[in-house]
């Protein structure tokens, strides 16, 4: 166990990553002289030089693209997107060449990218850089989606999705940089399943990178109140763990699905329906959700948090599920 | 369009408790089909169907209790369709109310109100109150929106079950009037004549002995077995005894199906019937004697062992008791009692020996037989017994 922040953590992660591989390079926007705008790769640059950290352009079209070139040409390149609303310049790179290169090329290339973005509200970034578009980007088949919530997951997420042979997509929640903590490095980290986070036997919360901590805040809370609460983290969006969530829900017979994105066509939604399809003749709720208040994320503070999944509202949800 | 209705399952019997259907709407069933079980005064009993068909529809729930005679399903001929079959009202039946609690929408789910006349049961406590028997749209919900949950099925199911056969002291209580109800109605409306006859028992034993010698315990006939083929064998011959009295007039019975009367543990009597003994094998007669005891001790008769017994045997002699003249079980229009087997002095060529007798006793129904057709009957019971070889 050592003392660490989820950024330094990430940090570690890529630091790794460049000394163990010479095809691995870091590049995006100010993750060089200036460190990151969110300082996770504060440092890098002076150790692996210019060449390997690279600052780019302000133009994600283009250093997404760059990025896709050098993985078809045998690199291993990391590209960081400042915010996921940014990659929104980048879709078409994102979702019509690296997720499909693989098919359109009748598995002649494949495009191992690692795509790292901060996703996410919270942090009074206002409308236009506080989105949780993950579940979008799950939407689309070739594209690998991880969210790491945990230390262990910041640190060890990142070398996995490096091996991938196709395109790997890393969101980071804003809120979570500073989270400091103790980290496990005996813990053997995979991008393939969820995780019970907490064992609990009443009801099934299932939450991901920024909610998580919110789900086991309030799993703590209602076990204040004798009910017994399951926190799965689901770390990876895409492919979803069906196996890992159904065996919870037909335990627990509960199911609440704790979601940053707004609630109509989310990712929440999918994990509902997936439930309603799989798991329905073991329900003893309507399974429930918590999502993000379907508006422009507020810049007041007040508002913003009014806007956003928080722990006594996943709380009462979970009350309302076990009809309390 | 068939009409199932609440079976009388005895003359003592006016209502019926739904504990359980057998079968959903759109099943096929066969004759002799249990489709349901109910609780009468005196046992939960298997309900068979006596027709061929589909079930249409369902008109009582576990836990309604309706008048005998009152239709509790609808069943569609073999090749009736449901389109030319008019939907009918459901009873009235004794259904507790259950309306579903004020909702208590989760904070989030705002799912357009669902129409207040249906309970809501979540997926699990459905399936679960299935198995159980339990109709969980009587249950009063605690769940999300006022649901039914697991929780509230398997409260039910554990605590005070809501539709479950009674406790046994309430079926004490209810037998203790039903048998009330029947017996005071036989004395009230029956002339009842008595006959009796002292049956030697030897040749009967002595071939019983020897059967069970060569047998091991469990295939051991006992002789009640014999008695009951040699009554249902002479009542072929005297078929006014067989039967009932209804409306003014003797109906004679479709079989020769006899009561037999079961002292319960707990107290009371049960005389369910054990069909077609004339035709019957005695191993078998033996076995399902077994059988029949041991369901009506355990409160799970079929529905036409309850109703159809032609006429009833009642055995005391266990007891002790040298002879029984008992009280007729309407509708049927006679009882044979036997007392204990044993031996007594007996007059044979002017002397005296011991030798094993039992007396057997006729309480006839005056309405539909003479004692002269009584006393030829019960000669005819002494005649089969003396030759258990026939049996």
Not at chain 2, 30 to 43: E, I, L, P
Not at chain 2, 180 to 186: D, P
Request: with cysteine; charged share 20%; net charge negative.
């Amino acid at each position: 166990m050592s003392r660490t922040s989820y950024r330094e953590a990430l940090r570690e992660a890529m630091r790794e990553a460049l000394a163990r591989d010479p095809r691995v390079f870091l590049m995006g926007e100010d993750v060089g002289r200036y460190g990151g705008t969110f300082a996770v790769s504060k440092g890098l640059v002076d150790e692996f030089g210019e060449q390997r950290v690279r600052d780019t352009p302000l133009s994600e079209l283009a250093f997404v693209g760059a990025g896709i070139g050098a993985a078809l040409g045998g690199m291993r390149p990391i590209v960081e997107v400042m915010t996921v609303n940014f990659c929104l310049l980048a879709l078409d790179q994102l979702m019509n060449t690296a997720a499909t290169l693989r098919h359109m090329s009748g598995g002649q290339f494949s495009v191992p990218l690692v795509v790292r973005m901060t996703t996410g509200a919270g942090r009074q970034l206002a409308a236009q850089h506080s989105h949780s578009l993950e579940g979008w980007l799950a939407h689309i088949p070739g594209l690998k989606i991880l969210a790491p919530a945990t230390l262990e997951d910041a640190r060890g997420m990142l070398w996995p999705a490096l091996e991938d042979p196709d395109p790997v997509l890393l969101f980071e929640q804003g809120a979570l940089y500073n989270v400091e903590g103790e980290l496990d490095e005996t813990e053997v980290v995979g991008i393939r399943s969820a995780r019970v986070r907490r064992a609990g036997s009443d009801l099934t919360l299932i939450a991901y990178g920024g909610t998580l901590a919110k789900a086991l805040e309030a799993a703590e809370q209602l076990a204040g109140e004798g009910i017994s609460a399951e926190v799965i983290d689901l770390r990876v969006l895409r492919p979803l763990d069906d196996a890992t969530i159904m065996e919870s829900v037909r335990r627990t017979r509960r199911a609440l699905v704790v979601d940053e994105g707004w609630r109509s066509g989310s990712l929440a939604a999918e994990i509902i329906a997936r439930i309603v399809e799989q798991a329905f003749f073991d329900l003893d709720a309507p399974p429930a959700r918590v999502c993000s208040a379907e508006v422009p994320t507020p810049y007041a503070k007040h508002l913003e948090d009014a806007a956003l999944p928080q722990v006594p509202a996943i709380v009462a949800a979970a009350r309302g599920l076990l009809g309390r | 369009m068939i009409e199932f209705r609440m079976p009388s399952l005895g003359a003592d019997m006016d209502a019926g408790t739904l504990l359980q259907w057998q079968v959903a709407p759109g099943d096929a069933v066969h004759r002799g089909q249990v489709v349901a079980v109910v609780d009468t005064a005196k046992a939960a009993v298997e309900i068979e169907c006596w027709q061929e068909g589909r079930v249409f529809e369902l008109l009582i729930q576990p836990g309604d209790k309706v008048p005998v005679g009152t239709p509790i399903a609808t069943l569609l001929e073999a090749g009736g369709s449901a389109e030319t079959a008019p939907r009918r009202p459901a009873p009235v039946a004794a259904r507790k109310a259950a309306q579903p609690q004020t909702p208590n929408p989760p904070p989030a789910a705002t799912p357009g109100a669902a129409p207040a006349t249906r309970t809501r049961i979540t997926p699990v406590a459905r399936q679960r109150a299935a198995e159980l028997g339990i109709d969980a749209a009587t249950l009063t919900g605690t769940g999300p929106q006022g649901a039914v949950t697991l929780a509230d099925v398997e409260a039910v199911a554990t605590q005070k079950p809501a539709v479950q056969p009674a406790t046994a002291q309430d079926r004490h209580a209810a037998m203790r009037q039903a048998i009330a109800a029947a017996m005071s109605r036989s004395k009230r409306e029956i002339p009842h004549y008595y006959l009796s006859e002292t049956v030697p028992m030897a040749v009967a034993l002595a071939w019983l002995a020897a059967y069970n010698a060569e047998l091991p315990p469990e295939r051991r006939l006992l002789p009640g077995v014999l008695v009951l083929k040699a009554v249902a064998l002479a009542l072929g011959d005297y078929p006014q005894l067989n039967g009932y009295w209804i409306d003014g007039a003797f109906r004679p019975g479709p079989g020769i199906h006899l009561g037999v009367a079961v002292a319960l543990r707990q107290g009371g009597l049960i005389a369910p019937a054990l069909h077609d003994v004339a035709s019957k094998p005695l191993p078998q007669l033996m076995e399902e004697l077994g059988d029949l005891v041991q369901r009506a001790r355990s409160y799970s008769l079929r529905s036409s062992e309850l109703s159809e017994a032609t006429l009833t045997v009642t055995q005391l002699g266990d007891q002790g008791v040298d002879g029984v003249f008992g009280v007729i079980y309407p509708p049927q229009v006679a009882l044979v009692g036997v007392g204990r087997i044993a031996e007594r002095p007996w007059v044979e060529d002017g002397r005296v020996c011991a030798l094993a007798c039992a007396q057997f006793s006729l309480a006839a129904d005056h309405r539909a037989s003479d004692g002269h057709y009584g006393a030829s009957f019960l000669a005819e019971v002494r005649r089969r017994l003396q030759q258990p070889d026939s049996l």
